[in-house]
């Protein structure tokens, strides 16, 4: 597939959202600060997708000083859709500023989830989520996907809605550099708990292979989602890097608004 075809297909992604986001019935819902979103603050996503038709606009920004002592910077907004009944949709564009590698700044991002078994007493609500990084942006070619596989679980008797989560993600680098993976692995095991009325304290360890050969990363992140208005959550998470590849911190400012 060449860069032309990407990019059409990422405008035919793009414009089939906008469709659906503005052309569909308006149904606003109010914000659900325990509903936990990818990297808003922490890498750790539940399984469970927004209700029917309800839409947000998110948005992060996002500082990580690299294991090599170089600085990124990340901004990435994005839109979501619950375009059917346990499913949804989301579309972004991450920019990357700073000296690290800014491989993927600017290349469009689109993603659907489907959740495939609500919780019982047994067994986790579980979900699987289909993403294609198109190569818009900069040092990027190649059609980038991930699958990833979503499981969370409440803990019984308890009065703070406390959950634990796994993500397992598989990624796969359609045109790999000399020295870059062609395949690499995320995955993350997290827990979050209402430790307020309007407040959510959600925290995870991350395993990943990073792009560049031979290179993992293993960070512990710590996170607080905060309704501030029916419509509006605000986050903010802090993560330490463990071992010597990995980030040695990084601090993630977060916003959801429903409209």
Do not use: C
């Not at 796969?172 to 407040?199: C, F, H, K, W």
Request: hydrophobic share 40%; no cysteine; glycine share 6%.
């Amino acid at each position: 597939m060449t860069q032309q075809q990407l990019r059409r297909l990422g405008s035919v992604l793009l414009y089939g959202m906008l469709w659906h986001l503005f052309l569909t019935p308006r149904i606003v819902l109010a914000a659900d600060h325990t509903n936990l979103e990818e990297n808003i603050p922490t890498q750790m996503e539940d399984a469970y997708p927004l209700p029917y038709l309800n839409r947000e606009f998110q948005s992060l920004f996002r500082y990580e000083q690299t294991g090599e002592e170089e600085d990124r910077f990340r901004l990435e907004p994005r839109v979501e859709f619950g375009f059917a009944r346990n499913w949804q949709a989301r579309i972004g564009a991450p920019f990357l500023l700073g000296d690290a590698d800014k491989t993927g700044s600017r290349d469009l991002i689109a993603e659907a989830m489907y959740n495939f078994n609500q919780e019982s007493s047994l067994l986790p609500a579980m979900a699987l989520a289909g993403r294609i990084d198109v190569p818009t942006g900069v040092s990027s070619t190649g059609l980038d996907t991930h699958v990833r596989f979503l499981a969370t679980k409440t803990l019984p008797y308890t009065s703070l809605f406390q959950r634990v989560h796994v993500n397992v993600s598989w990624v796969r680098n359609s045109d790999p550099m000399n020295d870059e993976r062609q395949n690499r692995y995320v995955a993350i095991v997290g827990y979050s708990a209402l430790v307020a009325r309007a407040t959510v304290f959600v925290a995870d360890y991350v395993r990943e292979q990073q792009r560049r050969k031979g290179a993992d990363s293993n960070i512990i992140e710590l996170g607080i989602r905060q309704i501030i208005n029916p419509l509006t959550v605000l986050s903010l998470g802090v993560g330490a890097g463990i071992a010597e590849e990995s980030p040695t911190m990084r601090v993630t400012l977060g916003i959801q608004y429903s409209f």
